[in-house]
């Protein structure tokens, strides 16, 4: 029997704010444990919260990417229930009245756009986090602690795990994009949960659903409901139930894992904040936020591929962030040769920085500097195996490709002289390859035009070595 598919995501993204929702302390990443907390964050009797305005602005303008309705007044509500890293015994957040509701994400696909609805966007703090690394004790880290949080829900109008991560990875792109969050998901600042059930058809009431926790990346979101909608499946195709409950993620088992069953479920007893008065966002609040609101990312991806006429694959990669887009432009500006730029960008920068784990706002090689290793290689000044070892120098020391050019003679070798000399050398050092092209093996040649280059230091231009080269044999 073919199941049919519905599933639900709740995005958490922590809030791009200097300190936390409801106290002064830093929000900055990677602080030794407990060095960021004071009495409030760590839930001291008396200790009152304070409401961050950024806070409210960024999740406004989320809200509003989202193409929700923000409400004039919404309300907080302490959730309680008992964990070692939830200090005061609850977690401030909304749940009655939320922030915003009734939004969409669209989903565009070669078939055509489909749109996911956005059931409520609401503001919350996030809980401290355990440590299981302290030999047989698990430590705590309240540093997380009030860090602000946007829940995003959706309604379960997702019908596939492939679609789901679509979701998953739109709904980051148009956060990033508005400043909203940095997305980082190896940090925890963007987490994903999702609830999960077949049914049979449209017709039918919605199945039994599983939540399924700790999902960490595009990728495992795919694999992790996959596998969830597959286990369901087959438990209904032999008879058996599915079983309402909580199950995590195993990334290394490739499985997800029973957490709680239903009925261990939590009863959050929700009730009214006492110590926060309801939240009034203006009207004026939210124009000014549309006012400032920047280019969203398929507004720029349109713009690069009209303005520059790069592929839509390269015009996808390069607004991964703002930083990137403006990096891009900057480099291709000064160049005027965006094609390149591109290149360069997608396959060397990129590369680079991905190995490193740094973004595009920690490299040295400025765009100015890759700017002109382009106008090198187009100007035919050096060659391209120049350029690249000139930009692992650069991404390394930084610095101008002039500069080290002039220093260091790395220009373009283009005396005919020179070139046959090196052609004759790399014959003599290489009489096999040289014997098996003349019996015929014609692709022996490239080895050999590799060979002069090395022998030149990549300086050789590449077209008169391969004349000399092809004379020389022939």
């Keep these: ?9 709740e995005v958490h993204a922590q809030l791009q704010t200097a300190s936390k929702i409801f106290c002064s302390c830093s929000t900055a990443f990677g602080a030794p444990p407990n060095t960021q907390v004071c009495e409030v964050c760590l839930g001291y009797p008396g200790a009152l919260p304070v409401l961050n305005r950024t806070a409210v602005e960024l999740a406004a303008r989320a809200a509003l990417v989202l193409g929700c309705t923000v409400h004039p007044v919404s309300l907080f509500a302490r959730k309680h229930y008992f964990y070692p890293d939830l200090p005061k015994g609850y977690q401030i957040t909304q749940h009655a009245q939320p922030l915003a509701t009734d939004g969409t994400v669209t989903l565009t696909s070669p078939q055509g756009g489909r749109q996911i609805r956005v059931a409520r966007v609401h503001m919350e703090e996030d809980a401290g986090k355990s440590l299981h690394d302290e030999g047989p004790f698990t430590g705590i880290d309240f540093n997380r602690s009030g860090v602000p949080l946007i829940e995003i829900v959706t309604a379960p109008d997702i019908d596939s795990a492939e679609a789901a991560a679509a979701c998953f990875s739109r709904i980051r792109d148009l956060l990033v994009a508005v400043g909203v969050t940095d997305g980082n998901m190896e940090q925890g600042s963007l987490r994903c949960d999702a609830n999960v059930s077949v049914r049979l058809s449209r017709d039918a009431p919605l199945g039994v659903k599983t939540e399924t926790k700790n999902i960490n990346s595009f990728r495992y979101v795919q694999r992790a409901l996959q596998f969830e909608i597959d286990r369901q499946v087959d438990l209904l195709s032999s008879g058996r139930p599915v079983e309402q409950e909580t199950r995590l993620w195993d990334s290394a088992a490739g499985r997800t894992v029973s957490m709680r069953g239903k009925e261990e479920a939590h009863d959050y007893r929700y009730l009214p ?5 309801p939240l009034h966002v203006s009207a004026a609040l939210l124009d000014g936020l549309r006012r400032t609101m920047p280019e969203l990312p398929d507004e720029t991806r349109a713009r690069l591929i009209a303005a520059y006429g790069l592929p839509p694959y390269d015009a996808g990669v390069l607004t991964q962030s703002h930083a990137l887009t403006r990096y891009f432009e900057a480099v291709a500006s000064s160049s005027g040769n965006p094609k390149a ?7 060397e920068v990129l590369g680079r ?3 490193a784990g ?6 040295r090689v400025t765009p100015e500097a890759l700017a002109s290793l382009i106008r090198l290689v187009d100007s035919g000044t050096i060659t391209g195996p120049t350029a690249k070892q000139l930009f692992e120098r650069l991404f390394v020391e930084g610095g101008s490709p002039e500069a080290i050019v002039a220093a260091e003679g790395l220009g373009r070798v283009g005396d005919d002289v020179a070139i046959a000399a090196l052609v004759q050398e790399t014959l003599a050092a290489n009489a096999k390859p040289v014997e098996q092209y003349r019996a015929g093996k014609k692709q022996t040649f490239g080895f050999l035009v590799g ?3 090395k022998a030149s230091g990549g300086k050789a231009d590449p077209e008169k070595v391969a004349m000399h080269l092809r004379r020389a044999l022939e």
């Design 451 to 453: 060979q002069v280059m």
């Design 353 to 355: 920085l991905n190995a």
């Design 358 to 363: 740094d973004d595009i706002t920690m490299i």
């Design 1 to 9: 029997m073919l199941y049919l598919t519905n599933i639900g995501l």
């Design 273 to 277: 904040e006492p110590d926060l008065q």
């Design 341 to 347: 730029a591109s290149n360069w960008i997608m396959v």
